[in-house]
């Protein structure tokens, strides 16, 4: 699923690319799943070690278990950047448009959050900051040298096509 909002603010099919790049890595690397059965192998530990679930300590050990999934969920992030962008780049599509969506993105993020907010984010968000995934995605790119890209006429009417209909609704 990809929110009609996000596509308004997208101007080019290589960001839609670099956007689905990313949530097929999400899937091709199975990341729900394996956050799932961490989730129900941490919950089923405790419950045999404290036979207590319905009191304080499951309050306890949630919160504990959220704070510590936070780090898989950055990781499970940066390979699906990472990932996303090897995908691109094996088809022949220019990853700059990743970049860009994630510059729209961090052009959003400037109007609400102050440098204070960032830095709290730094700790409490699922997502690496936004500012970060930018760089590690430019480095990428510069490493790739002048690598040539191919225009892709389909690609390209395909996306104005879901442009137009997004914005008749």
Do not use: C
Not at 52 to 63: E, R
Not at 130 to 151: H, Q, V
Request: net charge neutral; charged share 30%; hydrophobic share 35%.
């Amino acid at each position: 699923m990809v929110y009609r909002g996000l596509i308004e603010k997208m101007n080019d099919w290589k960001q839609l690319a670099g956007l689905l790049a990313h949530e097929l890595a999400h899937v091709d690397k199975r990341h729900s799943l394996k956050s799932l059965s961490r989730s129900l192998s941490i919950y089923l530990a405790v419950s045999v070690l404290t036979t207590d679930l319905s009191g304080a300590s499951t309050v306890l050990i949630d919160n504990a278990f959220k704070l510590n999934e936070l780090s898989h969920s950055r990781s499970f992030e940066k390979e699906a950047d990472d990932t996303g962008f090897d995908y691109l780049v094996e088809n022949n599509i220019n990853p700059v448009g990743m970049v860009e969506l994630f510059e729209k993105i961090e052009k959003e993020e400037s109007m609400v959050l102050n440098e204070k907010s960032r830095k709290v984010l730094r700790y409490i968000s699922t997502h690496p900051l936004t500012e970060e995934r930018i760089l590690s995605l430019k480095t990428r790119i510069s490493e790739k040298g002048n690598s040539k890209y191919s225009e892709n006429d389909k690609a390209r009417k395909i996306f104005e096509d879901i442009k137009n209909r997004s914005a008749q609704k």
